[in-house]
Antibody, heavy 120, light 110 residues
Framework: QLQLQESGPGLVKPSETLSLTCTVSGDSISSTTHYWGWVRRPPGKGLQWIANIYYSGATYYNPSLKSRVTISVDTSKNQVSLKLRSVTAADTADYYC????????????WGRGTTVAVSS | QSVLTQPPSASGTPGQRVTISCSGSSSNIGSTTVHWYRQLPGTAPKLLIYANDQRPSGVPDRFSGSKSGTSASLAISGLQSEDEADYYCAAWDGSLNGVVFGGGTKLTVL
C-alpha cells in the first residue's frame, strides 16, 4: 500500500531553514509515471503548491517561492526532501508530500501532512 | 489572490445538488485539464476529480466534473453531511510553469 510520510521539525526560528523529508513506501521514487512534490496550507488559507521533482532531477517551482526553495530526491532512500530558506511567520503551515501524475500534473496521493510553525 | 477563482463558500441541504465553479484563463484551464481536491476537516486533501471529469477509484458517482473554455465546475448530487469540506480546483499553468490552485470553497451542509 502506497504511503507518504512527512517528517521534520515542528518549530523553526525566523530566518532559519525549514527542512522536511518525505519517505515513500509502496512505490519507487524512480517511477517514470510520476513526479513527487510538496504542497502547503497556511492556517486560515488555501492550498499552495510549492514544487515538483522527477526522479531524474527535473524540477518545477512555484515562482513566488523559487528563490528560497530547493526540492531533491534520494533514490537510494526512496525519499523526497524540501528545504525552504529564510523562513518567516508566513511560512507557518501544514506541509504535504504528494505523488504527482506525470501526465496532467495532478496529485493522486497525499501524505498525512506535518505542521510547521515559524516562531522565535 | 489565487490564479484560479472559486466562490469562498457554498451550501446546500441533504439530498440537494450543489455546484462549485472555478474560473481561470487561457494559460491554465483554457489549455489543459482541471482537477478537484477535497479536504475534510483535520485531514489531508484527497483527489476527487482528475482530467476534468474522471473519478479515481473509490470516489462515488455523486461527484462529477466538467470544463468549458476557461471555466470548470464540480457538481455534488445527493448531498450528505459528510460532504462538508473545503474543495479546491487546480490546473497546470503554462505561463507560470507550475501548478495553480483555486482559493478553495467551503461547503456547508445545512
Amino acid at each position: 500500500q502506497l504511503q507518504l510520510q512527512e517528517s521534520g521539525p515542528g518549530l523553526v526560528k525566523p530566518s532559519e531553514t525549514l527542512s522536511l523529508t518525505c519517505t515513500v513506501s509502496g512505490d519507487s521514487i524512480s517511477s517514470t509515471t510520476h513526479y513527487w512534490g510538496w504542497v502547503r496550507r497556511p492556517p486560515g488559507k488555501g492550498l499552495q503548491w510549492i514544487a515538483n521533482i522527477y526522479y531524474s532531477g527535473a524540477t518545477y517551482y512555484n515562482p513566488s517561492l523559487k528563490s528560497r526553495v530547493t526540492i531533491s530526491v534520494d533514490t537510494s532512500k526512496n525519499q523526497v526532501s524540501l528545504k525552504l530558506r529564510s523562513v518567516t511567520a508566513a511560512d507557518t503551515a501544514d506541509y504535504y508530500c504528494t505523488r504527482v501524475k506525470f501526465w496532467g500534473q495532478y496529485m493522486d496521493v497525499w501524505g498525512r501532512g506535518t505542521t510547521v510553525a515559524v516562531s522565535s | 489572490q489565487s490564479v484560479l477563482t472559486q466562490p469562498p463558500s457554498a451550501s446546500g441541504t441533504p439530498g440537494q445538488r450543489v455546484t462549485i465553479s472555478c474560473s481561470g484563463s487561457s494559460s491554465n484551464i483554457g489549455s489543459t485539464t482541471v482537477h478537484w481536491y477535497r479536504q475534510l476537516p483535520g485531514t489531508a486533501p484527497k483527489l476527487l476529480i482528475y482530467a476534468n471529469d474522471q473519478r479515481p477509484s473509490g470516489v462515488p458517482d455523486r461527484f462529477s466534473g466538467s470544463k468549458s473554455g476557461t471555466s470548470a465546475s464540480l457538481a455534488i448530487s445527493g448531498l450528505q453531511s459528510e460532504d462538508e469540506a473545503d474543495y479546491y480546483c487546480a490546473a497546470w499553468d503554462g505561463s507560470l510553469n507550475g501548478v495553480v490552485f483555486g482559493g478553495g470553497t467551503k461547503l456547508t451542509v445545512l
